[in-house]
């Protein structure tokens, strides 16, 4: 079965449950939550792996990920553990948070800055996306990355605004070279 396959029926199911209990936004942050813990500890996909990991302990790993203890969450986990897919658990988070942004028309906004911006310019370029964009719900993540010498460059689902210092070099060396 293909690994994808597996991760999205879990996700639409715990969906459809959270649904049905009127929690579906407190699973969308749990599930942030778990994946934001995934992606600090890369070894955790290594542990709920592991077939010499006892099934409780797995089971108290993923709870205490999610930071905090919720119904759903904890059937779901059971779920997931009496079911022997407990290794697909990150790959179910994320499965969920794409159902529930879906769902809920949440786009997702990435502003990358050469360089950390105090609070009132990120706030000035929130905004500006936010102008840009006043049909859609945006959830905002920022980086920083060196490498754009200065200015920044927006990504929001598939479309990129870029107002880079070294997307502009790079223009100007395209133009020099035709």
């Known amino acids: 079965m293909d690994n994808g396959l597996i991760p999205r029926r ?10 049905e209990k009127g929690e579906t936004k407190r699973i969308y942050d749990l599930s942030k939550q778990v994946i934001e813990s995934f992606r600090e500890n890369p070894d955790l996909q290594k542990v709920l792996s592991n077939p010499f990991i006892s099934d409780a302990d797995k ?4 709870l205490s990920a999610a930071g ?10 059971k779920l997931i553990i009496s079911q022997k897919r407990v ?9 969920y948070r794409d159902i529930y942004r879906k769902e809920n028309h949440i786009s997702q ?6 360089s950390k911006l105090d609070e009132s310019r990120m706030k000035k370029l929130r ?6 964009f006043k049909d859609s719900q945006l959830e905002f993540s920022e980086a920083v990355d060196p490498s754009l010498i ?15 210092l070294s997307h502009e070099l790079e ?7 035709s």
């Open 171 to 177: 223009q100007l060396r395209q133009t020099l070279l």
């Open 150 to 164: 200065g200015g920044f460059v927006i990504d929001v689902d598939s479309v990129r605004m870029d107002a880079s």
């Open 127 to 132: 905004q500006l996306v936010t102008d840009a």
């Open 68 to 77: 905090e203890k919720d119904e759903i969450f904890d059937q779901f986990v």
């Open 59 to 62: 089971e108290n790993l993923l």
């Open 10 to 19: 879990y996700a639409k199911a715990l969906y459809k449950f959270a649904l």
């Open 87 to 95: 290794e697909f658990a990150q790959a179910m988070m994320l499965a």
């Open 109 to 114: 906004a990435k502003i990358t800055t050469a």
